[in-house]
């Protein structure tokens, strides 16, 4: 397997659910991304992470908590969401960080969520 | 608060025309700038990237930045129906003793045959 590997692909929860998102990235890159795409709206960073350190939290809820265990996996677990978080989440990687050499994205096929 | 806009469009254009997609951002002090494709229900994928004032040419595609009026933008030459999709406008801007990959909320390009 090549590129950035997102599953589940599609995720229907309720608001009491607990689930987790998963991402591998198969290119040896340094650093990995969380994204969330809502219609009509750019796309939001979450989180990043440089070698498996969180180096970034963009205000993000506390319901949503990632988890990098090593510098090829990613998860981001979800509890007690709300409508609202309905989205397509994009995991995606890089190089290095932004500002590094590292803006070049590549980005996994995502999960729709949707919170009912 | 810094920002990227586009427009949303649809633009529509016919096969084989040139279509072209703007971007302007806020952040004078930007570096570096991408295009990224986006197909119904699939992720981005960056097409390209530029970094010095002026035009980069690949293929039918061409990228032309004016860093002094704050503008991107992206030029397709011989448009196909494939080339149909969302184009996100990319910026990276520096925030706080980082910088940050600001995205555009993208235009749909509609092809027509």
């Known amino acids: 397997e090549t590129g950035v590997t997102q599953t589940p692909r599609h995720l229907v929860m309720g608001m009491t659910n607990k689930k987790s998102l998963k991402c591998e990235q198969h290119?040896?890159?340094?650093?990995m991304y969380w994204y969330k795409q809502s219609a009509k709206k750019p796309l939001e960073l979450m989180f990043v992470?440089?070698?498996?350190?969180?180096?970034e939290n963009n205000s993000v809820p506390s319901r949503f908590s990632p988890e990098c265990p090593n510098s090829s996996h990613l998860f981001l677990h979800l509890h007690t969401l709300q409508p609202e978080d309905s989205a397509l989440y994009l995991c995606a990687s890089s190089q290095d960080l932004f500002g590094q050499g590292g803006e070049k994205l590549f980005f996994g096929s995502g999960t729709q969520l949707s919170v009912l | 608060q810094k920002e990227v806009e586009q427009n949303s469009g649809p633009l529509s254009v016919p096969e084989g025309a040139i279509a072209s997609l703007n971007c302007t951002y806020s952040?004078?002090?930007?570096?570096?700038f991408f295009w990224y494709r986006q197909y119904s229900g699939k992720s981005p994928e960056l097409i390209m990237s530029?970094?010095?004032?002026g035009d980069k040419e690949d293929g039918r595609f061409t990228a032309q930045l004016n860093k002094a009026s704050q503008y991107v933008s992206l030029l397709i030459r011989d448009s196909q129906p494939s080339d149909s999709a969302t184009y996100l406008c990319?910026?990276?801007?520096?925030?706080?003793?980082?910088?940050?990959?600001?995205f555009g909320s993208g235009t749909r390009l509609l092809v027509r045959p």
């Open positions: 530029i970094y010095s004032n």
């Open positions: 952040d004078r002090g930007s570096q570096s």
């Open positions: 992470y440089s070698l498996e350190e969180r180096v």
């Open positions: 990319a910026v990276n801007a520096p925030m706080d003793s980082s910088y940050k990959l600001i």
């Open positions: 290119l040896g890159h340094n650093a």
